[in-house]
Structure formats: C-alpha cells, structure tokens
C-alpha cells in the first residue's frame, strides 16, 4: 500500500512562494507517475501539474504554466511543487496523488491520495 504526505503549506502574502513536499512510502513500482492536485472551498478538486518517474516528463495545468515548477527525486521517493507569484485564487488544500504508469499525463485518475496540505494566500 503506498502512502503519501504532503507538507510545506502555510500562510504566504500574495506575490509570495511556498515550496510543497510530498514523501511517498511503499511499493514504489506503483508511483511512476506523480501529481499534484488541488481543492479551492467550494469547488471541485482540479489538476495542477504531474511528473512522470522516468524521464521526467512534466504536464501542467494552462493557468500554472510558469508559476508552478513540480519535480522529483527517485532515489529518495520525494516530489516536490514549487509555487511562485502566488494569488488569492491559488489559496486551496493540495493534495500529492500517484498511480502506475498512464498511457498520458493527461489522464487524471490517480489511484492513492494524501491527506493534503493548506495553502493559504492573502491579498
């Protein structure tokens, strides 16, 4: 059973940078690919980018390309979502996600979740 937690949320001015962790534990065959996802009050949960195991391979949602940067580090079963220029709408609970290989990054069904962590962004 893999297990995932996140951390590194906190409370960050707008224009401001946080950088989430995400520690994965277990069969790590079953992590080839790795997201992060995120979930404002009241809406529906959305994708923000995904990392794939081996090569690297990144794919971003359209309103985080060059804000957001995700990478990994195999070896230490780690993943990581660096957040620039943040705004108030990024404010959001985030969520680290992975599953086994997809024939697409952008298929977004993910098979095991965290249990989040809170970003809040203030104007």
């Known amino acids: 059973q893999v297990q995932l937690v996140e951390s590194g949320g906190g409370l960050v001015q707008a224009g401001g940078s946080l950088r989430l962790s995400c520690a994965a534990s277990?069969?790590?065959?079953?992590?080839?690919?790795m997201a992060w996802f995120r979930q404002a009050p009241g809406r529906e949960r959305e994708f923000v980018a995904a990392?794939?195991?081996?090569?690297?391979?990144?794919h971003y949602a359209d309103s985080m390309k060059g804000r957001f940067t995700i990478s990994r580090d195999n070896a230490k079963n780690m993943m990581w979502l660096q957040m620039n220029s943040l705004k108030s709408e990024d404010t959001a609970v985030y969520y680290c996600?992975?599953?086994?290989?997809?024939?697409?990054?952008?298929?977004?069904?993910?098979?095991?979740w965290g249990q989040g962590t809170q970003v809040t962004v203030s104007s």
């Open positions: 996600a992975t599953r086994t290989r997809a024939e697409s990054l952008e298929q977004y069904s993910y098979e095991y």
């Open positions: 277990g069969p790590t065959f079953s992590t080839d690919d």
């Open positions: 990392i794939r195991w081996h090569g690297g391979q990144t």
